[in-house]
């Protein structure tokens, strides 16, 4: 039987694995396994268990629900996590040594991230709770007022988001901590903030969290560290109100507290850095600012659920730690001492979206993903680079498949800047045919095109396309000055760095058909590829996602706009003039190409209405165009959205390529 290539369909078939947790001994390791329900058309994610010596793996838990955020107890007999198996998101704890899991939250907001503390006789977690309201309200059942329908009484602009829609401003994020004796339950944090929970120093004396105290938090966008004294209730500051941290993490000796985040001078095109305070000298130092690249991961993907870094991880002997890199397409995992030797110490052409260090061993079970590999777990030697395979959860599928790997390009733009991408050939290549190429561009733009699995891009080269997708400026991983050339020039040279990179392939790739050429991109994507049909004709088709058109329309309608466009475009509402020259909704009339829009109804980063303006700009114009609205689905329908509907997309966006490229 001759395989074929990857088609949309096969997202019913394909596994993620996500969150890889060792035991605090080293010999285990539970991790999140989701897939695809097909009947239900939902996802279905539970804890799967490997014993290292035997490399059996084993299922944890059961279920059509979610569940996620395994955590070792410190002892490691038991492990906390998150389900949906109630309803609304609740901790539970499982003893490894089996029986049922139990529930130890029941908040009618639900719970989540679960902290343990280092006695293994409580949990931390984070909770949603009324400003009227008790973490003692959130046992009580959800009441027929609950349910009434309200109308929002909105004083503040950070009233929606794109993953929640519109907030509750009369809720607030805080710390909940259960004893797992006893069933009680106490409210560490209070008032009217947000709180993000973060880490528990290893010697009990403190959780941290991340919040906003500015006069003006609705205008602010700072995001400080603190610590909270479990024996004094009071916070202490280790950020001054200068920037945004996030992902806190403790030496076993609890005398160092490192975190990432940087103080956002390039606003949100700043590199994340990793940061060290010492609690014995009060002294806070930036740890990276050597590097040029940013700390975690920036990579581009549409597969990988639920991924998520852990940030800094620190050895046994209290001096030395390990964290993630983006660098040139790659996740890299660096080595740091407290004495500033730092180094790679897993650096292959693959994307780490997940590690979890052996402390005493400097090992890792690590999750590695490449061009052709959805994603697997890999127990590695950190001292030396080896690497042994531990999961094969999608080998017996891809075997029944042709993926298209790819080949890395790197060429100067037209000023002399160096661009680094990649070309995907078509499945079933041969010498001497010519096959059309689609050009992708990623969001962001902030983040970079990866040596990562992409399902688009092998569905449209199972469909004979050759792909090409690269990292103009604006992305990450090619430093701090190459990351901010963008702010205040949008569809400037970066515009000219695409279509530097169309023209280098056509010229160094005999088989690329120059006639047959197409163009996508999602978000900033989206807006790139509205730029470009404004403003040449050498693409046969367009497919437009999640796109912006309207920069001036944007500022007051997307969740973020107000100070995204001050960031990027570096303009404001008084400022229309330079806001409508970087709209492609100016260019419309000069759209030749057949374009097709994709948008999703309860997109809030990217509202419909940009959309909107745009079919009708062209429809009016009488130009070949189609808009598809997709129900029930924000910004994230490419890669979180309803299986069914991620599927119907990747056809639109194929069908429309065969029929016009």
């Known amino acids: 039987m001759t395989k074929k290539g990857i088609q949309a369909e096969d997202l019913y078939d394909l596994k993620s694995i996500v969150d890889p947790q060792l035991s605090p001994n080293g010999n285990e390791v539970v991790f999140v396994q989701t897939h695809i329900e097909k009947e239900k058309k939902d996802y279905v994610s539970n804890l799967y268990y490997m014993n290292l010596s035997d490399k059996r793996t084993k299922q944890w838990t059961f279920g059509n629900h979610r569940t996620h955020s395994p955590r070792w107890s410190p002892n490691g007999n038991e492990l906390a996590f998150v389900s949906t198996r109630e309803?609304?998101?609740?901790?539970?704890?499982?003893?490894?040594?089996?029986?049922?899991?139990?529930?130890?939250?029941?908040?009618?907001?639900?719970?989540?991230?679960?902290?343990?503390?280092?006695?293994?006789?409580?949990?931390?977690?984070?909770?949603v709770i009324g400003k009227e309201e008790s973490i003692h309200d959130q046992v009580k059942k959800e009441t027929e007022e609950d349910k009434e329908l309200k109308p929002l009484e909105v004083e503040k602009m950070k009233y929606k988001s794109d993953s929640s829609g519109f907030l509750d401003l009369t809720q607030f994020s805080h710390i909940g901590m259960v004893n797992l004796e006893t069933g009680e339950i106490e409210q560490l944090t209070n008032g009217e903030n947000h709180y993000s929970l973060g880490s528990w120093s290893p010697d009990g004396k403190?959780?941290?969290?991340?919040?906003?105290?500015?006069?003006?938090?609705?205008?602010?966008?700072?995001?400080?560290?603190?610590?909270?004294?479990?024996?004094?209730?009071?916070?202490i500051s280790v950020t001054k109100g200068t920037g945004s941290f996030w992902q806190t993490s403790w030496s076993p000796n609890s005398r160092y507290l490192s975190f990432q985040g940087n103080e956002q001078e390039f606003k949100n095109a700043t590199h994340s850095k990793v940061w060290i305070y010492d609690l014995q000298t009060k002294e806070l130092n930036c740890f990276t600012s050597e590097i040029d690249a940013p700390v975690g991961d920036y990579a581009v993907g549409d597969f990988q659920q639920g991924a998520a870094l852990p940030g800094v991880q620190w050895a046994e002997d209290n001096e030395s730690f390990?964290?993630?890199?983006?660098?040139?397409?790659?996740?890299?995992?660096?080595y740091g001492n407290i004495s500033g030797e730092i180094y790679p110490a897993l650096h292959d052409e693959q994307h780490v979206y997940?590690?979890?260090?052996?402390?005493?061993?400097?090992?890792?079970?690590?999750?590695?993903?490449?061009?052709?590999?959805?994603?697997?777990?890999?127990?590695?030697?950190?001292?030396?680079?080896?690497k042994q395979q531990l999961t094969f959860v999608n080998q017996e599928f891809l075997q029944t498949r042709v993926l298209s790997d790819v080949e890395p390009i790197e060429f100067e733009s037209e000023d002399g800047w160096n661009v680094h991408g990649w070309l995907m050939k078509p499945?079933?290549?041969?010498?001497?045919?010519?096959?059309?190429?689609?050009?992708?561009?990623?969001?962001?733009?902030?983040?970079?095109?990866?040596?990562?699995?992409?399902?688009?891009?092998?569905?449209?080269?199972a469909q004979g396309f050759a792909v090409l997708y690269v990292n103009p400026r604006g992305s990450h991983g090619y430093g701090q000055k190459f990351v901010d050339a963008v702010r205040g020039d949008y569809g400037g040279n970066d515009y000219k760095d695409l279509m530097n990179a169309v023209d280098y392939v056509l010229d160094k790739y005999e088989f690329i058909d120059k006639d047959r050429l197409g163009v996508t991109g999602g978000s900033y994507g989206g807006f790139m590829t509205n730029w470009i049909v404004g403003h040449t004709n050498r693409f046969k088709a367009a497919v437009t996602q999640r796109s912006i058109s309207n920069w001036i329309s944007f500022y007051g309608v997307s969740d973020i706009g107000y100070y995204f466009s001050e960031w990027q475009i570096l303009a404001d509402l008084n400022d229309i003039e330079k806001l409508w020259n970087h709209s492609p909704l100016a260019y419309a009339k000069d759209i030749e190409t057949p374009l097709l829009i994709i948008h999703s109804e309860k997109d809030y980063r990217c509202p419909i209405e940009q959309a909107e303006q745009l079919f009708i700009a062209l429809k009016r114009q009488q130009k070949q165009t189609k808009f598809i609205r997709f129900p029930e689905s924000n910004h994230e329908l490419s890669r979180s959205g309803k299986p069914d509907l991620r599927i119907k997309r990747l056809n639109y966006i194929k069908d429309w390529f065969l029929q016009y490229v």
């Open 87 to 127: 309803g609304k998101s609740q901790i539970f704890v499982l003893s490894k040594f089996g029986g049922e899991a139990k529930q130890i939250t029941f908040c009618k907001n639900g719970a989540k991230n679960p902290v343990w503390s280092p006695c293994g006789k409580k949990i931390a977690f984070s909770v």
């Open 354 to 386: 997940g590690f979890s260090l052996h402390p005493k061993e400097h090992t890792a079970v690590v999750a590695i993903s490449t061009a052709t590999e959805p994603g697997e777990l890999y127990f590695v030697n950190l001292q030396n680079g080896e």
């Open 206 to 235: 403190y959780v941290t969290f991340l919040a906003d105290f500015s006069e003006d938090s609705d205008a602010s966008f700072i995001s400080d560290v603190y610590l909270f004294n479990l024996e004094t209730k009071e916070s």
């Open 427 to 461: 499945v079933g290549f041969e010498e001497g045919k010519k096959y059309p190429l689609i050009l992708e561009i990623h969001g962001g733009p902030h983040a970079m095109y990866a040596n990562t699995y992409f399902n688009e891009f092998q569905v449209l080269a």
């Open 322 to 334: 390990y964290f993630v890199i983006s660098d040139h397409g790659n996740t890299i995992i660096y």
